[in-house]
């Protein structure tokens, strides 16, 4: 496909041609082999103008994701397979509102964590937040064997011994294209890393074999099931919780899955399904609750940060319909039309990427670079506390506001998000 042609003409149908001469010259590693890397940008594009963002708003950090790491994570790039992405914390305050829900009616204290991923670690610190809740967590991507090879980076493997899906020890953009640069080679090390280990076990230190891996994190509250959607025998459940899983399928898909889960809620109980990044940013969901047998919609909930957002979880989805992105973008659009508030937002956020080097305004107005000499985890540590900031300043109520004065019901929620009654 032809790069700078696609890439212009993108500029010019969402941007009106303002998209900076930087963000488009690394937006040309976009790899010419993979339509759907495409297809994803302009999809993303178009939520991005949906959302009333201009192009002075997008980062020289998004045109490296969407140029780089976005082959890297779609499922075009681990043959149709959606990898199993999982980043310790990515759900912490969905942890803290489960646990003081003014929604949650029933008296039982159980849980499905579906879709996990693996390492399942969110489920984990779930099962470790919720005492003596009974959590299950359900993933259909739970290896047969987990490989480390000498750095920490890992790959999945399924009872067949084929590769299922690897990640490096600290998922940088640059550790992610040290694996990935070549694809067989990287499978072909940790494959026959597999089959040294299967005949002199090493299972201690770095590199190491665990075989099922799952057993090792189960306790007597938690357990785990081989499974996705529609696809587990389970009892039914005081809480079902599904992150970013949806964003992979089609709204059909995404109604026969509520479908499902409205049949294993208990009645009073409650189904929460969206989307977050590290460290709970970027986080948005609706809630649903079971009345006289159906799941109702309740509130749609989303943090500040999906103003104005660091990664691309705002915008990550497969399909262009995708009915929750419909609304979150719907009501970001709301917030970025009232002038006042947007420059007084604009003011203070500015002032908070240029003290923490994050994207900052360079001299024509267009959001910059992060400090590349941060680690992931400073990276989102940081990018975590600017969102707290921005809560302990009084943004989400100046949003509540926004959003009153339009005709909406909202309110902050109890971990400090914006709700909208439904």
């Not at 399928?249 to 989307?275: P, R, Y």
């Amino acid at each position: 496909m032809d790069r700078i042609n696609f890439l212009k003409d993108l500029n010019r149908k969402y941007f009106n041609g303002e998209l900076s001469t930087n963000f488009l010259t690394r937006l040309q590693q976009l790899p010419v082999d993979r339509p759907d890397v495409f297809s994803f940008v302009e999809r993303m594009f178009n939520f991005v103008r949906l959302s009333g963002i201009p192009a002075k708003d997008l980062s020289l950090f998004h045109a490296d994701v969407m140029g780089t790491l976005l082959a890297r994570i779609l499922p075009g790039g681990w043959g149709g397979k959606i990898p199993p992405i999982t980043v310790q914390g990515r759900h912490a305050i969905i942890d803290t509102y489960i646990g003081n829900n003014p929604y949650l009616k029933s008296n039982g204290k159980t849980m499905l964590d579906i879709g996990c991923g693996f390492p399942p670690f969110t489920t984990i610190e779930v099962s470790n937040y919720l005492k003596n809740w009974k959590v299950v967590g359900a993933d259909p991507s739970l290896p047969a064997y987990l490989v480390y090879d000498e750095d920490g980076n890992y790959a999945t493997f399924d009872d067949t011994k084929s590769i299922v899906y690897f990640q490096p020890a600290i998922p940088s953009i640059d550790n992610w294209n040290s694996l990935l640069s070549d694809v067989s080679a990287t499978k072909k090390r940790f494959e026959q890393l597999l089959n040294e280990f299967l005949i002199n076990p090493k299972t201690e230190g770095f590199p190491r074999l665990e075989i099922d891996p799952i057993k090792s994190y189960e306790t007597e509250f938690l357990s785990f099931k081989n499974g996705g959607i529609g696809e587990i025998e389970i009892e039914e459940k005081d809480v079902i919780r599904c992150f970013n899983v949806m964003y992979y399928f089609d709204n059909n898909f995404q109604d026969k899955a509520l479908n499902w889960f409205s049949q294993k809620t208990v009645e009073g109980g409650i189904v929460m399904v969206g989307g977050d990044w590290a460290h709970s940013t970027e986080c948005y969901y609706h809630l649903f609750q079971k009345e006289s047998g159906e799941l109702r919609k309740k509130e749609f909930s989303f943090s500040i940060d999906c103003i104005s957002p660091f990664a691309i979880v705002t915008w990550y989805t497969n399909f262009g319909d995708d009915w929750q992105k419909l609304d979150l973008v719907k009501y970001i659009k709301i917030i970025r039309s009232n002038e006042e508030f947007m420059d007084e937002f604009n003011a203070f956020h500015d002032s908070q990427r240029a003290r923490n080097k994050l994207c900052p305004r360079d001299s024509q107005g267009y959001y910059g670079d992060i400090d590349h000499t941060l680690s992931p985890i400073e990276l989102w540590s940081k990018i975590r506390a600017m969102h707290d900031e921005l809560i302990e300043a009084g943004f989400v109520q100046k949003v509540v506001k926004v959003l009153q004065l339009s005709g909406i019901k909202a309110r902050v929620n109890e971990v400090n998000h914006i709700a909208i009654e439904l």
